[in-house]
């Protein structure tokens, strides 16, 4: 009950860089921090020239500790700032990730609604990883590169031919930075795919363990995902031995630059071109100056997978845009319309139902009948609004489902899937549907649902926790707990899809009584079944054929109509299609007729 209408898509990184953008005041203050940071980052260099050029040639020792005290109350300062610059930081990224996270859920949701395959851990784990690179030491490189040529600028100062060498070395290094990011690229792209392939599988496969404990599958399922597993430690490591080569030669490289720098600097002192204290200092700057290229080096590896996480969330917000909010109608008395409808499964365009066109007075309790295949179940998910129509209209008291809000639908409309489909949790939570559990309306849903004393009986009553897709209870109990589920909170639309497929005769019973109960609350039904026990207490039939309606009506009429239909080839010209034989439904019909 959720799929409501979606807003026109934006631009594929629009969401997360105006997300991004919202925290332009922090990202102003960190550069500001930066900037007070790298000036005083110049202080140890001119410290050095100080003492070497002033303090060791004039021997005053006052100058000295003058110097030294200004040293440390810059430090001590450079100090306080580098604490705050990382609180804003962290600041920003929980901001950050409170902004998103929602959404991203949401988006996942609809992705999973959608194609059913998206490992829903996976965007959020995207999003811790943006998050970490951009509030770690990344971030705080981006704001310290553009001090560079400040840095540059004083070597300069210093003497040009130290200027132009420390220029010189910082492209080299910037290029070797690039080259490593380059070549592992690829490999580490491919690495993050089959990582998230092989987790994926992993998960979904070891999810059916029932299965492959019984037959012996696991030798087989583990060779699959095994191929997955070693491609991308293969691939990682072929990204790291790359890597590895080059970051060897960048260090050695590294130390050579500043060794030189000390040369040259050393040579210009031989020559009488400049003092040793600008040597020294010159030595310390060019460092400083080479600081952030480490840091980039050290965050490109990561960035690959970075920007791979960025691709993947920008893709899923894309082709997720938020849900439209819908309107609060008025409480529906729960007369059910379904115009012209045409679906299907929301990866697919081809539908797999066309045509079902059919009206259900306030407190009518409609059955639908059909081979397997036929389209029940997608009629079932359209009628909660879990599909949406690919066209026509379900309406609820005249107002189409995807108008609504779909918070405000769903808890007006009570669904019973096939796989019933409960979650970890305790039993009354489970029938709260996870919101705020009101006792009364906890036990009065499980009282409708005929499952209230079954409850009682579980070692903790309403409060036995349950596990994953509802651990701990037997299919039967399973179906009868997510019914109660269905009727919790006064619905005025219960939509069961087979929900006497796991019951035994004295569950069939219970099941009877309760639709009883529900009829005479008022609640308009539809039932999805095999079983021909639940077409008594239909109202009115529905019948299903390949995805089309072979006929609606009366539960009476119908009945005749299919018992005509199955004496004599069909004439009647208000019949869509020839209807096949149902077996279940002929029994019924004839037994109903003899009795
Ligand atoms: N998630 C899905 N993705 C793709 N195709 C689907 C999906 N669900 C159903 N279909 C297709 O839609 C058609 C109708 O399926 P549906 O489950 O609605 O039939 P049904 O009448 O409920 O069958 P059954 O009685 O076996 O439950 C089938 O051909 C099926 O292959």
């Known amino acids: 009950m959720t799929a409501g209408k979606s807003r026109p898509a934006e631009g594929a990184h629009g969401e997360l860089a105006r997300a991004l953008l919202t925290?332009?005041?922090?990202?102003?203050?960190?550069?500001v921090f930066s900037g007070v940071i790298n000036i005083l980052m110049l202080a140890p260099a001119l410290y050095m020239l100080q003492?070497?050029?002033?303090?060791?040639?004039?021997?005053?020792?006052?100058?000295?500790?003058?110097?030294?005290?200004?040293?440390?109350?810059m430090y001590a300062l450079m100090g306080a700032l580098e604490w705050v610059r990382s609180l804003v930081v962290l600041r920003l990224g929980t901001g950050f990730d409170r902004k998103l996270a929602p959404r991203i859920y949401d988006a996942t949701f609809s992705a999973n609604l959608k194609t059913g395959k998206l490992n829903a851990a996976q965007p959020l784990d995207d999003l811790q990883q943006l998050r970490q690179f951009a509030t770690g030491q990344s971030l705080f490189a981006l704001f310290d590169a553009p001090w560079f040529p400040v840095y540059v600028l004083v070597m300069f100062y210093f003497h040009p031919a130290l200027g132009w060498f420390a220029l010189g070395g910082t492209v080299v290094l910037m290029g070797v930075a690039w080259l490593n990011e380059r070549v592992s690229r690829p490999h580490l792209k491919k690495a993050g795919e089959l990582a998230i392939n092989s987790r994926r599988d992993a998960g979904a496969?070891?999810?059916?363990?029932?299965?492959?404990?019984?037959?012996g599958m696991l030798a087989n399922l583990r060779r699959r995902w095994a191929e997955q597993h070693l491609g991308y430690v293969r691939e990682q490591n072929l990204a790291s031995a790359r890597m590895a080569k080059i970051q060897g030669w960048n260090k050695a490289l590294r130390m050579a630059v500043q060794s030189l720098a000390l040369g040259l600097g050393a040579w210009l002192v031989l020559e009488n071109q400049m003092t040793a204290g600008m040597m020294i200092a010159g030595s310390i700057l060019l460092g400083r100056a080479l600081a952030p290229i480490d840091q980039i080096m050290g965050a490109s590896r990561q960035w690959t997978q970075v920007k791979e996480a960025e691709r993947r969330l920008s893709q899923l917000l894309g082709d997720f845009p938020p849900l439209a909010k819908g309107m609060d109608f008025p409480r529906p008395a729960g007369n059910l319309a379904v115009e012209q409808l045409l679906a299907a499964p929301p990866s697919q365009t081809q539908p797999v139902l066309h045509g079902i066109n059919f009206k259900l007075n306030a407190g009518e309790a409609l059955v639908v009948i059909g081979p397997s295949g036929a389209g029940k179940t997608t009629l079932a998910r359209c009628l909660v609004n879990a599909w949406p129509p690919l066209r026509g209209k379900v309406r609820l008291d005249s107002a189409p489902l995807d108008q609504w809000r779909p918070e405000a639908l769903g808890a007006l409309v009570g669904y019973l899937p096939q796989d019933v489909q409960l979650f970890a949790g305790t039993v009354a939570e489970n029938i709260a549907r996870f919101g705020e559990v009101d006792e009364a309306k906890v036990i009065a849903a499980a009282q409708m649902a005929g499952v209230h004393e079954l409850i009682l009986q579980l070692p903790e009553g309403y409060q036995t926790r349950l596990g994953e897709n509802g651990m701990g209870l037997s299919g039967g109990q399973r179906q009868r707990v997510g019914l109660a589920r269905a009727l919790y909170g006064e619905p005025c639309l219960v939509v069961l899809d087979e929900p006497n497929a796991n019951l035994d005769e004295?569950?069939?019973?219970?099941?009877?009584?309760?639709i009883g109960r529900m009829k005479t609350a008022g609640i308009t039904l539809v039932l999805i079944t095999h079983k021909p026990n639940i077409l008594k207490q239909a109202d009115k039939l529905l019948i299903l054929h390949a995805g089309a309606q072979a006929d609606f009506g009366p539960m009476t009429e119908v009945m005749q109509r299919m018992q005509r239909g199955a004496q004599e080839p069909p004439r009647s010209p208000g019949r869509v299609m020839p209807l096949p034989p149902y077996g279940t439904a002929m029994n019924f019909a004839q037994r109903k007729e003899g009795a």
């Open 506 to 514: 004295a569950g069939d019973a219970m099941l009877a009584e309760a």
């Open 23 to 31: 925290y332009k005041r922090s990202f102003v203050h960190i550069g």
């Open 51 to 73: 003492v070497y050029d002033r303090v060791l040639a004039s021997g005053n020792e006052m100058t000295l500790l003058m110097l030294t005290v200004i040293l440390l109350g």
């Open 205 to 215: 496969n070891l999810r059916n363990a029932e299965v492959i404990a019984g037959m």
